[in-house]
Nanobody, 116 residues
Framework: QVRLVESGGGLVQAGGSLRLSCVASGIETIFGRNRMGWYRQAPGKQRELVADITSGRATTYADSVKGRFFISRDNAKNTVYLQMNNLKPEDTAVYSC????????WGQGTQVTVSS
């Protein structure tokens, strides 16, 4: 059974930082082949891609987070990270990670709340 488990969310003041982690299980032998991504969904808004990283470690970011958020992966630990700096209230959302190769898997998500 494939599982993606996110952690690291919480409540932070504007300007603060958080580091999200997503550990994958059930796909250890092919984790390195997966494109890993972080999405977020705020109340009343559509889910949006925040950042993703390919098997070759190429990265893409939403314009709204460029220069503030950084995605990375540790294939030995089957983990993808999202370092979030200079957080803003508009970053408040549930953040979910995904793993995509032949099938796309989703985690349950972790809440990030940024107070002004």
């Amino acid at each position: 059974q494939v599982r993606l488990v996110e952690s690291g969310g919480g409540l932070v003041q504007a300007g603060g930082s958080l580091r999200l982690s997503c550990v994958a299980s059930g796909i250890e032998t092919i984790f390195g082949r997966n494109r890993m991504g972080w999405y977020r969904q705020a109340p009343g808004k559509q889910r949006e891609l925040v950042a993703d990283i390919t098997s070759g470690r190429a990265t893409t970011y939403a314009d709204s987070v460029k220069g503030r958020f950084f995605i990375s992966r540790d294939n030995a630990k089957n983990t993808v990270y999202l370092q979030m700096n200079n957080l803003k209230p508009e970053d408040t959302a549930v953040y979910s990670c995904t793993a995509s190769w032949m099938v796309q898997y989703w985690g349950q998500g972790t809440q990030v709340t940024v107070s002004s």
